[in-house]
């Protein structure tokens, strides 16, 4: 799994390096990792092999012609770039990327399980801050639910 978060400093030449547990797990058929604009946040999205055949079993589940399906072929498949690792264990991002994101300096990389995701340090710390608020708010309404559940099982809860 893609764990924990660290902080890099792209070059001149837009290259950074990638931690080295990040290149162990994209090992596969080619010595680095698949990257994409995310869908779900403004930053890049990347991983190996297995998350390309995961995108890739999704959009295969759909019709051809559902207008969901060349969402994600646009913006995944259309998106995605093969970035292999140097002798240095660095990859090259694209300029498009760099652009979109506004990469410039300093970039967070982020591990999500199965994919990781590279922010710009300062946009990163905002949705850190924002995805943590809401990991709180859902987590006390799950467990209130869990716990209503609880109560009407035992036969405790009121009946209305």
Known sequence: MFLSTFEKQLDAKRRIVVPQEFRALAAGP???????PSIEADCIEGGGKA????????IEELEFGDP???????SV???MAKLSFDTAGRITLPESLCDLF??????????LGDRFQIWEREAFNAHRAAQRELARQGLAELRAQQRAARLAHSGQGSAG
């Open 51 to 58: 998350l390309f055949d995961r995108y890739n079993g999704v």
């Open 68 to 74: 969901l399906r060349s969402a994600l072929e646009t």
């Open 30 to 36: 080619f010595d680095g990792v698949f990257c994409f």
């Open 77 to 79: 498949l259309g998106g």
């Open 102 to 111: 506004g990469l410039t300096d300093w970039v967070t990389i982020v591990g």
